[in-house]
C-alpha cells in the first residue's frame, strides 16, 4: 500500500517561500513509470495541478505557475519537494501530492495540508 505523507510549514508570510515535501512510503518514487505531482486547492475552488516530478527525475510545471515554481526530489529518502516563492495570499490552499501513472489519473493521494499564506 502506497502512502504519501505532506509536511511543511502551515503558514507563511507574503513574498516569502512556501517549501513542503512528500514523504512516500510502500513504493519507490524511482519506479518506472510513476509521476509525482502537487495539486492544491484554495478555499471555495477546485482543484489545479501544479506541477510533477517523474520516476526518471524529469520536472513538469503549469505554465501558470512555472515562473516561481520548483520541483525537486531525494531519493536517498524517498520523498520530493515543492517550493513556491514570491508567495501571495492567493497561494493559500489545501496541498496535496499524488501518483499518477504517467500522465493518466492518480491513484494515490496524501490527505493533503493547508498552508495558509498572511498579508
Known amino acids: 500500500q502506497v502512502q504519501l505523507q505532506e509536511s511543511g510549514p502551515g503558514l507563511v508570510k507574503s513574498s516569502q517561500t512556501l517549501s513542503l515535501s512528500c514523504t512516500v512510503s510502500?513504493?519507490?518514487?524511482?519506479?518506472?513509470?510513476?509521476?509525482w505531482s502537487w495539486i492544491r486547492q484554495p478555499p471555495g475552488k477546485g482543484l489545479e495541478w501544479m506541477g510533477a516530478i517523474a520516476y526518471d527525475g524529469s520536472t513538469y510545471c503549469s505554465p501558470s505557475l512555472r515562473s516561481h515554481t520548483s520541483i525537486s526530489r531525494d531519493t536517498s529518502k524517498n520523498l520530493f519537494s515543492l517550493q513556491l516563492s514570491s508567495v501571495t495570499p492567493e497561494d493559500t490552499a489545501v496541498y496535496y501530492c499524488a501518483r499518477g501513472i504517467g500522465w493518466g489519473g492518480m491513484d494515490y493521494w496524501g490527505k493533503g495540508t493547508l498552508v495558509t499564506v498572511s498579508s
Open positions: 510502500g513504493g519507490s518514487i524511482t519506479t518506472s513509470y510513476y509521476l
